[in-house]
Each structure stands twice: as C-alpha cells, then as structure tokens.
C-alpha cells in the first residue's frame, strides 16, 4: 500500500470518494427505517433537511482540513490535542472505520445468500470480497480511485434507470398528504435519515490526496448533493409504489419494489438480480474505502509500514462480520456504528476546528 503524500486524486475522484461512502448497504433499507421512525410519508422531506445539514458538516470539515492541508485527521488531531489524547482519538476513528468494513462485508454477504446464492456458507461469501479489497487497498488511493470511476457512473446511472422504470406501479396518493401530521414526524426522523449519509467524514483523511484543496462549494455540492437526490428519489418512488404498510412490512423494500415490476421486450424484464449485482460492487466500494482508512490510520499513528495492518486488519474483519447471529443482528450492528459516526464526526470536527481558530489567535497576539 502506497500512502505516499505525492499521489494525488482529482477533485471529481474526491467527490466519488464522499459519494460512494454514503452510499452502502443502508440505501437497500432506508425507506423502512425512516418510515419506522417518522410513520407519515414525509420520509423524503427529512432526508433532503438532513442532506443539507449533513453538506454544511462537510464544509467545516473541508474548512478544517485546509489549515492542515499535507496531513490526515490522524496526524493534525495530535497537533490540536496533544500526542497521547490524539493518537486515542485516532485509534477510536480506526475501530469505528474496522467496524463499519466489517459490516459492509457481513451485509454483502447477507443480501448475497438471501438473493443470489441460497445455502452458501457466509463465510465462503465473505472470503473473496475481502481479499480482493485486500488486494486493492495494497496498490494505494489511486487504485481505489480508479475503481470508483468505474463503479460509480454504473451504480448510479441503472439504479436510478430502475427506479424510473417503476413509475407504472407509483401511486401518488401513497405520498399525500405531504406534511398532513405538521412537522414533528419529519422533526423526530431527522436523526435516523442523517444516519444514512454515514461516511461524509471521510473528507477527513483524503483531504491530503487531493490535487485541488480550495473548491469546497463543487465538493460538497456534488459529493453529499448526489446522495441527497439519489435517497430523495429512492424514498418517493418506494413508499409510493408500495405503500407505508408496505414498506413496513418488508426487510429490503427497495428489493422488493423493484421485484413488482416487469418491463416486457427489453433484455432483462426482472431487474432484482442485475440490481443486487451492481449494488454489491458500491457496497464493496464502501468496505475497501473504510479498510484504506483503518489501515492508512494505524500506519501514520504507529509510525510503520502500511503493509503488516494491511494483513491484520483482514482477519480482524472477518472475525467481526461473523459476530451478529441473523439478519437482525446485522441491522442491529449498522445502527450501532452508524450512531456511533454520526455523533463523533458531528461534535469532534467542530471542536477541532474551534481550538485550531483559538491557537491561531493566541499566535497571531504573539
């Protein structure tokens, strides 16, 4: 693995980067969770209020990372805090990003044997996913690069295709009335539907790659405004076609819409398989992103080589993702990780950028 500050990745691999990060295994599941919390069909609006509060977090971020632009989080946090409460701090961010790898293999593999490849061993599904990514990850954040600029456009251009494509079952009437239960229902779901945008701290550790450091309005546009349009749509269109008992009463809802339709004389008139295909290689995009910045982490906290992480890190995974017992111990996991990053991303950037404003200050009066 090339951790090398010379490598570079443009602003538009970085806005993939954020982009591909939130997006995971949880957009399968959003239109449930959401439903379950707000139970109006008002779920869209409180993923758009949390889609912006989520783009002015990344702009502090992106503020942050500018006054230290040739270092990670894990090399600046020790500056700002001191070395010993500074390198916690990053071995804490490294367990969360362990975990969430962990989870996104675990989830992949879930959805595999549920849809794809009944009665096989999870692990047996688990085993290539992480070492392909294990593989990927040793050749540095070009390499991961250059698989999101593949992955990417194909991940959002069918699944948004396949979305469109369901108009025939949408009900409109499923969607009204909008905010006929006033604003509190839209008020409680804004956490859960902030959970889902997970994974925009991300900023935090390839700020340093980046070639072009001073365009924060074209990242955070494109980088969380993506996502915001691509689970906005998501949302209308499943709870519409389906319903709010519908969804529900379903685990993958967004599978199960997509099972309700058939579009006859095209190449492919059931689109779920295609679908799950696609979707596994952004759910695999989120894992090697995650497994990048544990292992990048441990290396520039430790001060060694990336390379022996890179094979503990591997194992360490696998021995996790097998953890929860079903299905819903997984779900039960995701939450858990994705309250954990939404609170810690949420309150310790800001802090950090506040005690850098006030050393800033107190040597400028020197």
């Given at each position: 693995?090339?951790?090398n500050p010379i490598d570079r990745i443009t602003?538009?691999?970085?806005?993939?980067?954020?982009?591909?990060?939130?997006?995971?295994?949880?957009?399968?599941?959003?239109?449930?969770?959401?439903?379950?919390?707000?139970?109006?069909?008002?779920?869209?609006?409180?993923?758009?209020?949390?889609?912006?509060?989520?783009?002015?977090?990344?702009?502090?971020?992106?503020?942050?990372?500018?006054?230290?632009?040739?270092?990670?989080?894990?090399?600046?946090?020790?500056?700002?805090?001191?070395?010993?409460?500074?390198?916690?701090?990053?071995?804490?961010?490294?367990?969360y990003y362990i975990g969430l790898s962990a989870?996104?293999?675990?989830?992949?593999?879930?959805?595999?044997?549920?849809?794809?490849?009944?009665?096989?061993?999870?692990?047996?599904?688990?085993?290539?996913?992480?070492?392909?990514?294990?593989?990927?990850?040793?050749?540095?954040?070009?390499?991961?690069?250059?698989?999101?600029?593949?992955?990417?456009?194909?991940?959002?251009?069918?699944?948004?295709?396949?979305?469109?494509?369901?108009?025939?079952?949408?009900?409109?009437?499923?969607?009204?009335?909008?905010?006929?239960?006033?604003?509190?229902?839209?008020?409680?779901?804004?956490?859960?539907?902030?959970?889902?945008?997970?994974?925009?701290?991300?900023?935090?550790?390839?700020?340093?790659?980046?070639?072009?450091?001073?365009?924060?309005?074209?990242?955070?546009?494109?980088?969380?405004?993506?996502?915001?349009?691509?689970?906005?749509?998501?949302?209308?269109?499943?709870?519409?076609?389906?319903?709010?008992?519908?969804?529900?009463?379903?685990?993958?809802?967004?599978?199960?819409?997509?099972?309700?339709?058939?579009?006859?004389?095209?190449?492919?008139?059931?689109?779920?398989?295609?679908?799950?295909?696609?979707?596994?290689?952004?759910?695999?995009?989120?894992?090697?992103?995650?497994?990048?910045?544990?292992?990048?982490?441990?290396?520039?906290?430790?001060?060694?080589?990336?390379?022996?992480?890179?094979?503990?890190?591997?194992?360490?995974?696998?021995?996790?993702?097998?953890?929860?017992?079903?299905?819903?111990?997984?779900?039960?996991?995701?939450?858990?990780?994705?309250?954990?990053?939404?609170?810690?991303f949420c309150f310790i950037p800001i802090l950090?950028?506040?005690?850098?404003?006030?050393?800033?200050?107190?040597?400028?009066?020197?």
């Amino acid at each position: 693995m090339n951790t090398n500050p010379i490598d570079r990745i443009t602003t538009s691999q970085a806005v993939m980067f954020i982009s591909n990060f939130i997006f995971g295994a949880g957009i399968l599941t959003l239109p449930r969770i959401t439903t379950e919390k707000i139970k109006t069909p008002d779920s869209w609006i409180a993923v758009i209020v949390s889609g912006i509060f989520i783009m002015f977090m990344v702009f502090l971020i992106f503020k942050l990372c500018q006054r230290y632009p040739s270092e990670t989080f894990y090399q600046f946090n020790q500056k700002l805090i001191g070395k010993w409460l500074g390198s916690l701090l990053s071995l804490i961010v490294v367990a969360y990003y362990i975990g969430l790898s962990a989870f996104e293999v675990r989830a992949m593999a879930e959805t595999t044997r549920l849809f794809l490849l009944q009665g096989t061993p999870t692990w047996a599904v688990m085993m290539p996913f992480l070492w392909i990514g294990f593989y990927l990850v040793m050749g540095g954040i070009n390499s991961i690069a250059r698989m999101l600029e593949i992955i990417f456009p194909i991940t959002v251009l069918f699944f948004l295709v396949v979305m469109f494509l369901g108009i025939s079952i949408f009900e409109v009437d499923n969607i009204r009335p909008v905010l006929g239960m006033g604003v509190m229902p839209v008020v409680k779901g804004l956490t859960t539907t902030s959970l889902s945008f997970a994974g925009f701290e991300i900023i935090l550790i390839i700020f340093m790659f980046m070639k072009e450091k001073n365009k924060p309005k074209r990242l955070v546009l494109l980088g969380v405004g993506g996502p915001i349009i691509f689970y906005t749509i998501t949302v209308v269109m499943v709870i519409g076609a389906l319903s709010i008992d519908g969804v529900l009463s379903q685990t993958w809802p967004v599978l199960t819409f997509v099972r309700s339709f058939e579009i006859k004389g095209l190449l492919f008139e059931r689109f779920d398989s295609l679908l799950l295909v696609i979707w596994i290689m952004q759910i695999f995009a989120t894992y090697i992103i995650a497994l990048f910045a544990a292992v990048l982490g441990l290396a520039q906290v430790f001060g060694k080589s990336p390379h022996p992480f890179i094979y503990v890190s591997v194992p360490v995974i696998y021995f996790i993702a097998m953890i929860p017992k079903n299905i819903n111990g997984v779900f039960k996991m995701g939450g858990m990780i994705g309250n954990f990053a939404f609170y810690l991303f949420c309150f310790i950037p800001i802090l950090l950028l506040l005690i850098s404003m006030v050393k800033e200050r107190k040597h400028a009066k020197i």
